[in-house]
């Protein structure tokens, strides 16, 4: 270099002689690493470096001789591997896992050093070449020359899959080595694990519950069998998280699922005397709840209970219905639906998690059974009365309102709602006149519950009928304010009725005793002169009368009777002894009602204020009466009224039906005119549709009668058919 | 004149026939409604007619012979002479035909008017003319449309005056007279059925419908559609039918 040239840059240049390799260089590279690679696997390594290792994997790459180094790589592995499976093949019993394990941990290891150390080839020579890295490729040839070797292969299988056998027969075993094989498959793809253990297992699995179930079903009662199941379940699910995969718990799952409980859903639910009909009857919550559990993890599992459950419900519901003697009284009637109602409902809320298909499965039953008798809405209007009367005395307003609500919801049910309305109107006038009602705020309360239910209409007339006893009560203050000459002599107290609001009694023709008949004029005088254009007729059949009465060893008592038989006793003030016929001629009273009231006056124990002769239970036209000198009752007030709601007899229940239906004919006919005016031209079945529709919440409208009302209205000029489709119909403004 | 096509000329020759109108007025009756017969019989009768006054002399001396001595009317006793004349039983069905040719209000009687404008429609004058009419208004039950309307008619003419409903007998009695000349096999069934069950009159609507159901519904109830908007008397029917074992179900 020239000294003039100080400042030149430095310059490197390639050499000036091509180097060449020494051929044997790559033999001499690859056979140390050869011999790295058997100490290696032989445990031995702690003398290598891994320094000049892996510097001699770079240069043979680096020379282009990485083909070289892979190739010798796998056929080294091959062969260590071949001689692994050697020794693992030979192991015997219980050693057979084991030796495996440590001959894949040991594997493992190896893999991850080798793979250090040929890193450079890893991320250069296979890279550009697209062959598998080392490490999977590590993982391949143990899959090829160890897993899949022909006497590996099947045995290895066989021998986890015995494993899960004995544990599931209650041996316990080493689930920590089972977890490192399955591990392993898993590691080596999930293909391997799925192909070479999981699908086998899976089909072990199948037969092994295929045969506990049917062992189990044919020893086994429903509740046990179903325990059984859930602990299976309950066992594989723990098996999973201990040394399966997670993805195999949806699989093993669904085999149990199949095998114990799909296969066996049928013979299970309808099993005698522990299936699910038994469990109802007998309020089993917990077995319920299980098989709630289990059976809505299979198709069909839940409608098949639902079905059973439906169908049994409604047998049962049928059979109570319809049932002679459990219809004799009304209120134990209807406290059994409510009964049953709340059983299904606890039922539901507990075991079946308020599954809301299973109410809806409960209220349609209930809805069919009840309305099978024709009587269940007087029965539950009888129930409403009875509690209204006495049945809730004493009891807390919050728990009144839980028994109006319990009510409200049985009739709901009901189909023929019309029905109900005759009979509560019926009752709680009875109840209203007779001043028997426990609580005022409980009428009112229901007859709100009924107006949110019903609407405006259904309850009208009924508030008409409080508001008219209220009305009566500031009558009767005016009334004896302006005569106080009155307050001497008996005490009159009318009830002033509006006819539309009340239910419709024919009068009843009485001849009122003296004393009352002037006091009843001065009434209607009075009441006629503040209220012009009105009419007063006399109820007789409805009232009430408190008598003293003095009998003949001096007994003095109070008498609570009927208007009728207030009439016939006063008659014995002026004869001892009267007839039949004497009495039937001074009173007027009709045969029948005249019968049944000497009946209650003479025939009953404790109550027979008068003797018949002869003594016989029927009343004869030619019987005798004279007063009871003998009459005797620890009591001073004696209560001989019958003015008290009754089931009905056989003819009234008659006449009341009939009334129901000739009351449906004009609201048919509304119903009918109604929608024709909006449609104009309607066809038959669709008016009967509608019909039927905007009856609905009163009564379920019987097509027959429809088509009457509709021939009515024809015939009326109301509407026409057409006159090409017969099938239409016109409106006529 | 114009020249016709044949069919119109068949048309004129018919109208005029029927009508008796002079062949000036048929063809004015025709053109006016547009060659169509039965429209163009509305026209002609709608018109004042101006009648030669033979045809009316001869009406009247007819109208007379049978009208009731107190009463602008022909009653019964004159239709009784009537029939005679025709040579016909007074049940005789064609006395129904003729009554719907007038258009009478009610049975046994005819007013003038109806008397009148029946004979007129039918272009008769006279006994004799009317007398070979006859076998043209029995032919004319067996056409479909024309029993339809006498069908009809029958209802209203053969119910009580003042009453909205036909009595039963009276129906039963119409329906055999009527079913005669259009054969329906369940006709004796009906009456039967009605007798024993019903006991009510007959409405309107259930009559026109019972023709319906005799046209529509075969004797073997094969095509009864218990949907079908029949009226409650009808369906009550069916039901005794099979109760009877008249029909298999």
Redesign the interface.
Same mark, same amino acid.
């Given at each position: 270099m020239s000294n003039n040239q100080k400042k030149r840059n430095f310059q490197i240049e390639a050499f000036k002689h091509r180097v060449v390799v020494d051929p044997k260089y790559a033999d001499k590279t690859w056979q140390i690493l050869e011999r790295a690679i058997h100490q290696i696997y032989n445990q031995d390594a702690s003398g290598l470096s891994f320094e000049e290792l892996y510097r001699n994997a770079y240069n043979m790459v680096l020379h282009k001789f990485g083909e070289k180094l892979y190739t010798g790589f796998i056929a080294t592995m091959t062969g260590h591997l071949k001689e692994k499976a050697k020794l693992i093949e030979a192991a015997q019993g219980g050693a057979f896992l084991e030796e495996l394990n440590k001959k894949w941990n040991e594997h493992n290891k190896a893999l991850e050093m080798i793979r250090d150390i040929l890193m450079y080839m890893d991320r250069t020579y296979i890279e550009s070449s697209k062959k598998p890295h080392v490490h999977p490729m590590g993982l391949s040839l143990w899959r090829d020359n160890v897993v899949h070797s022909p006497k590996i292969h099947t045995r290895l299988l066989n021998t986890l899959l015995d494993l899960v056998h004995r544990e599931r027969t209650g041996e316990v075993i080493d689930r920590g080595l089972v977890r490192n094989v399955t591990k392993m498959f898993m590691d080596l793809g999930e293909s391997v694990y799925q192909d070479d253990f999981e699908k086998p297992f899976l089909e072990a699995s199948s037969e092994f519950y295929k045969v506990e179930s049917q062992e189990f079903i044919e020893s086994c009662d429903c509740g046990d069998y179903l325990k059984k199941a859930e602990k299976r379940l309950t066992e594989e699910i723990d098996r999973v998280g201990h040394y399966l995969d997670a993805k195999s718990e949806d699989k093993i799952t669904s085999v149990v699922e199949r095998e114990m409980i799909a296969n066996h859903m049928q013979r299970l639910v309808h099993m005698e005397n522990s299936g699910l009909v038994n469990m109802l009857l007998n309020d089993k919550y917990e077995d319920l709840g299980r098989m709630y559990n289990l059976f809505r993890r299979v198709t069909n599992g839940l409608a098949t209970v639902r079905d059973v459950m439906t169908s049994h419900l409604r047998e049962m519901g049928k059979q109570l219905v319809t049932d002679p003697e459990k219809s004799k009284d009304p209120v134990e009637f209807v406290q059994r639906l409510l009964d049953e109602r709340d059983k299904y409902d606890k039922i539901i809320s507990t075991a079946f998690g308020n599954d809301k298909t299973f109410q809806n499965a409960s209220n349609s039953s209930f809805e069919y059974f009840i309305n099978l008798n024709a009587r269940s809405p007087e029965f539950i209007s009888l129930f409403v009365d009875d509690k209204l009367r006495k049945g809730l005395k004493g009891i807390a307003d919050v728990d009144v309102e839980v028994i109006l609500d319990k009510v409200m919801m049985l009739f709901r049910y009901l189909q023929e709602k019309d029905v109900f309305e005759k009979y509560y109107k019926q009752h709680l006038a009875k109840r209203l006149l007779s001043g028997k009602t426990v609580s005022d705020d409980a009428e009112k309360s229901l007859i709100v519950k009924l107006k949110t239910e019903c609407g405006y209409q259904f309850t009208s007339k009924l508030e008409g009928m409080f508001t008219d006893m209220k009305t009566s009560e500031d009558t009767m203050r005016g009334f004896y304010g302006s005569h106080p000459e009155l307050s001497e002599g008996p005490t009159l107290i009318v009830q002033v009725l509006t006819t539309g609001s009340w239910p419709t009694q024919p009068a009843v023709p009485c001849n009122l005793p003296a004393e009352v008949s002037v006091l009843c004029e001065k009434f209607r005088s009075y009441y006629l002169g503040t209220h012009t254009g009105r009419r007063l007729s006399w109820q007789t059949n409805m009232g009430t009368a408190d008598i003293k009465a003095v009998f003949g060893k001096g007994q003095k008592h109070e008498l609570n009777v009927s208007t009728f038989q207030m009439c016939v006793l006063m008659l014995f003030n002026n004869s001892d002894r009267l007839s039949y016929k004497e009495i039937e001629q001074a009173t007027e009273i009709p045969a029948p009602d005249l019968k049944r009231c000497l009946q209650s006056l003479a025939c009953v124990k404790g109550k027979n204020v008068i003797k018949k002769e002869p003594m016989s239970k029927d009343i004869g036209e030619d019987d005798l009466f004279v007063v009871n000198d003998k009459f005797a009752s620890k009591f001073y007030k004696v209560k001989i009224g019958t003015v008290v709601a009754q089931k009905e007899t056989e003819p009234e229940k008659q006449e009341t039906r009939q009334r129901v239906e000739e009351d449906r004919k004009p609201q048919i006919e509304a119903a009918i005119v109604r929608i024709m005016k909006s449609r104009k031209i309607l066809?038959?079945?669709n008016i009967i549709a509608e019909v039927t529709k905007q009856l609905q919440p009163r009564f379920l409208a019987n097509p027959?009668e429809i088509?009457?009302r509709i $021939?009515s209205l024809? $015939?009326r000029d109301f509407l026409e058919?057409d006159n090409t489709d017969?099938?239409l119909y016109r409106y006529l403004a | 004149m114009h020249k016709l096509s044949r069919s119109n000329r068949d048309k004129l020759q018919q109208f005029v026939a029927i009508t008796g109108a002079s062949d000036k007025n048929a063809l004015q009756a025709l053109k006016a409604s547009d060659w169509q017969l039965e429209a163009a019989f509305d026209v002609f009768y709608s018109q004042p007619q101006p009648r030669s006054n033979g045809d009316m002399r001869r009406l009247e001396e007819l109208y007379n012979r049978y009208k009731d001595p107190y009463s602008d009317m022909i009653l019964a006793e004159g239709i009784s002479v009537l029939c005679s004349d025709l040579q016909v039983e007074p049940q005789d069905i064609v006395t129904l035909v003729l009554s719907w040719h007038m258009n009478a209000a009610t049975a046994c009687e005819f007013s003038k008017e109806e008397f009148f404008g029946g004979l007129q429609a039918l272009g008769v004058d006279s006994i004799g003319k009317l007398q070979e009419k006859l076998s043209f208004m029995r032919s004319e039950l067996k056409d479909e449309q024309k029993f339809h309307e006498i069908y009809n008619f029958a209802f209203g003419w053969a119910k009580e005056k003042g009453q909205k409903s036909l009595a039963l007998d009276t129906a039963i009695g119409m329906w055999q007279l009527l079913f005669a000349e259009r054969e329906w096999p369940l006709v004796n069934h009906w009456c039967d059925f009605l007798q024993d069950h019903h006991n009510k009159a007959i409405s309107k609507d259930t009559w026109a419908q019972l023709l319906e159901f005799a046209r529509t519904v075969d004797p073997a109830l094969s095509n009864y559609d218990a949907e079908g908007a029949w009226p409650y008397l009808i369906d009550e029917f069916v039901e005794y039918l099979y109760d009877k074992s008249v029909v298999e179900k």
């Open positions: 066809d038959h079945n027959t088509k009457k $021939e024809i $015939e058919r017969r099938k | -």
